[in-house]
C-alpha cells in the first residue's frame, strides 16, 4: 500500500491540476513488483486458508502494479 500512496503522491494526486507523469514513478512499481515476488515464496502446496490470503494479497499487490504503470503512462 505504501507503494501506492507514493505513486499517487509523484504523480500530484490531490490536485487536479497538477497531475502529471513523472520518471520517479517507477521506484513504487518495482518496489510493489519486489514485494509480490518475496510473497510467492509464501505459497503452499496445500489448498488452505493460508494459501487463499496469499492470493489476496498477490491479487491485491498486482491492482497496484496495475494503477502504478496506469499512472506512470496516463496522468
Do not use: E
Not at 497496484?64 to 496516463?74: G, K, P
Amino acid at each position: 500500500m505504501a507503494a501506492f500512496v507514493i505513486s499517487l503522491r509523484l504523480g500530484g494526486f490531490p490536485d487536479i491540476n497538477a497531475l502529471h507523469s513523472s520518471r520517479w514513478q517507477a521506484v513504487p512499481t518495482l518496489m510493489t513488483f519486489a514485494g509480490m515476488i518475496d510473497l510467492v515464496r509464501c505459497l503452499g502446496r496445500r489448498h488452505n486458508l493460508h494459501y487463499a490470503s496469499v492470493l489476496i494479497f498477490l491479487y491485491t499487490g498486482l491492482m497496484i502494479l496495475a494503477m502504478s504503470v496506469f499512472l506512470f503512462f496516463f496522468p
